[in-house]
């Protein structure tokens, strides 16, 4: 069985949520990645036998290379680390973001590149690219992604 793995250091908790209730229902492991604690409401209902929480150092890119190194082609990557996604599409591993976005070969490139201007500009003091803000609209996205790429790994599971 595939099992998601989640950058969970910049994930949004309604994202969280969304993933968790995904993994309960269809009985899929979860491992959650970060270099720090991730709250975890009491409401929210885990299966403790699905779900892992990996703390790693807090050294810089800890938590991605941990992924790196443990995610395999079968399972499903949720990042909004476009550094990360493009690691992880090199190994043909699937990879969406929080809003929806599934990295591919034919988009990583140009997103890395656009992520990389964008860090430039900041680091010459001109405000890049602003983050839209976390709403209705990219949590629908984000679950009907999700949803997808959790049906075409179980297809490609049975088969």
Known sequence: MFKIWVDADSCPSEARKIILKASTRLNLPIIFVANRDI????????????FTMIKTPSLPDAADNYIVENATEKDLVITRDI??????????????????TKFTQNNIK??????????????????GEKVKNYGQKEIA????CLDKELQIKIKNNNN
């Open 83 to 100: 550094p990360l996604a493009n690691r992880l599409v090199e190994k043909n591993i699937s990879v969406i973001n929080d809003r929806g």
């Open 110 to 127: 140009e997103l890395l590149s656009i992520r990389n201007f964008n860090h430039e500009l900041a680091q010459i003091g001109i405000t």
């Open 39 to 50: 709250p975890i409401k009491s409401k929210e209902k885990i299966n403790t036998d699905l």
């Open 141 to 144: 996205k984000f679950s009907n």
